[in-house]
């Protein structure tokens, strides 16, 4: 489900994976006021350049996605990830980075390893 009614970016080299969902609006807050807000609330959503999406991830509007990250497969994304970094969890939050130091052997560096 990839929703692009608030503007959506997706850069350049994306991986998005199976079940992916990218979410650019809300109808959260019309639905419990009872319609008392008429307007759909949006928000664009940009993914950089070489992101990489594990499946079944949710990425939530207003959110932006740095370059070179990763998102874990099954994060909930609520809140803008920086370049080069690995995000998982509900919600998403850092646990690792990208490390691009030796250009022949791409890896990454995980907290706590």
Do not use: W
Not at 20 to 36: D, Q
């Amino acid at each position: 489900m990839i929703d692009g009614s608030g503007g959506l970016t997706i850069g350049r080299g994306c991986d998005i994976s199976s079940g992916v969902h990218i979410y650019t609006h809300s109808s959260a807050k019309r639905c419990v006021s009872g319609r008392r807000f008429a307007e759909v609330e949006r928000r664009p959503v940009a993914i950089g350049d070489h992101v990489f999406i594990g499946a079944n991830a949710v990425i939530n509007m207003g959110v932006t996605i740095g370059d070179e990250a990763v998102v874990g497969a099954g994060a909930v994304v609520t809140a803008d990830v920086p370049a080069r970094a690995i995000v998982g969890g509900v919600p998403a939050r850092q646990i690792g980075r990208v490390d691009l130091t030796d250009p022949t052997d791409p890896g990454f560096v995980v907290s706590g390893s």
